[in-house]
């Protein structure tokens, strides 16, 4: 199957710094991507929808000033995570879809996660 | 708004037997359904779909069933190993084709296998 990516894998930083999150897309073109967070034992809540070479589309309650998504093409998206606070330390997921007109399936391919954590 | 919800938190299985998860959904405008399987620490793996013009759907060792008259979803799991233990989420895309592709988790399901 199709194999995403997410780079740094786990990350500590202190409070008020910004940090970078990467999502690639390894052996398919994606047409969207989407960005999700974690917490512990609870379930997936999407944070924004990007396409490539558009602004993302962000879910209510999610501020697109402190998280920038940044999806320049077709295999790369980033979420930075900008003046972090404790609050923001979470489990934070991508997601890329490719769409196939002859394909049953219409799935989205995850990445393993970033761990953030914020001192 | 709408959501995806499960009715078990939590399921213990005995090794060789056959487990179940279920999920209800409230968007009857949704019309495809994957089932997701997260170990700890790691990404959700896909497991299998379905579509609203399917009321079943094989896989290997897993079925997904679709009862659209009441909204409920079903993840059957034949001879559960210990490998199988993880959690377990349906998710549901309320729309297909050109339009908006975002899925909608639920809750999610901790399975736990029993050597």
């Known amino acids: ?119 | 708004g709408e959501s995806v919800g499960l009715h078990l938190p939590t399921l213990s299985v005995q090794e060789g037997d056959n487990s179940i998860i279920n999920c209800a959904y409230s968007n009857s405008a949704s019309d495809y359904f994957i089932w997701y399987k997260q170990e700890s620490g790691k990404g959700p793996q896909f497991i299998i779909d379905i579509r609203s013009n399917m009321d079943k759907r094989q896989g290997q060792r897993v079925t997904v069933l679709l009862n659209k008259t009441v909204k409920h979803l079903s993840l059957q799991i034949a001879a559960t190993q210990p490998g199988d233990s993880a959690v377990y989420f349906c998710a549901e895309n309320p729309f297909s084709g050109a339009g908006s592709y975002q899925l909608t988790f639920g809750k999610g399901t901790k399975l736990s296998v029993i050597p």
């Open chain 1, 1 to 119: 199957g199709a194999v995403v990516s997410q780079h740094p894998s786990w990350v500590i930083c202190k409070s008020g710094t910004s940090v970078k999150i990467e999502c690639r897309s390894l052996d398919f073109q994606a047409t969207t991507m989407f960005w999700y967070r974690q917490f512990p034992k609870q379930s997936l809540m999407l944070m924004a929808t990007s396409n490539e070479g558009s602004k993302a589309t962000y879910e209510q309650g999610v501020e697109k000033d402190k998280f920038l998504i940044n999806h320049a093409s077709l295999t790369l998206s980033t979420l930075t995570v900008t003046s972090a606070h404790p609050e923001d330390s979470s489990f934070y997921i991508c997601s890329a879809r490719e769409y196939q007109t002859s394909s049953f399936s219409d799935e989205q391919f995850f990445g393993p996660g970033t761990r953030l954590t914020v001192l």
